[in-house]
Nanobody, 123 residues
Framework: VQLQASGGGLVQAGASLRLSCVVSGRAFASTGMGWFRQAPGKEREFVAGINWTGGATYYADSVKGRFTISRVNAKNTVYLQMNSLKPEDTAVYYC?????????????????WGQGTQVTVSS
């Protein structure tokens, strides 16, 4: 199973970025997906999750209203649209495959992880 995340970069506060994560070697359409992030010196935290159909989404309070998670099963890809970025959003962002069809916030329920993509937001 491979997860390839991309789309990170260096942007100014208020800008937008869209992260992508392409999954191979796994039945993508039957599992939930999630995005997590880890800032320097901090623990990894949940950002957003999506169930297997895309019909249910979940967000951390810190990103609700600014970030949108979506998926295109035909492309084995999950996205994270990030708008109104803030310096506190700076982190390495990881996509992950959920053990089941949901996409909840518990990292222990995710079995496979991508390599991460760096997002840096300057003030």
């Amino acid at each position: 199973v491979q997860l390839q995340a991309s789309g990170g970069g260096l942007v100014q506060a208020g800008a937008s970025l869209r992260l992508s994560c392409v999954v191979s070697g796994r039945a993508f359409a039957s599992t939930g997906m999630g995005w997590f992030r880890q800032a320097p010196g901090k623990e990894r935290e949940f950002v957003a999750g999506i169930n297997w159909t895309g019909g249910a989404t979940y967000y951390a309070d810190s990103v609700k209203g600014r970030f949108t998670i979506s998926r295109v099963n035909a492309k084995n890809t999950v996205y994270l649209q990030m708008n109104s970025l803030k310096p506190e959003d700076t982190a390495v962002y990881y996509c992950a495959i959920h053990r089941y069809r949901s996409g909840g916030s518990q990292s222990t329920e995710y079995d496979y992880w991508g390599q991460g993509t760096q997002v840096t937001v300057s003030s």
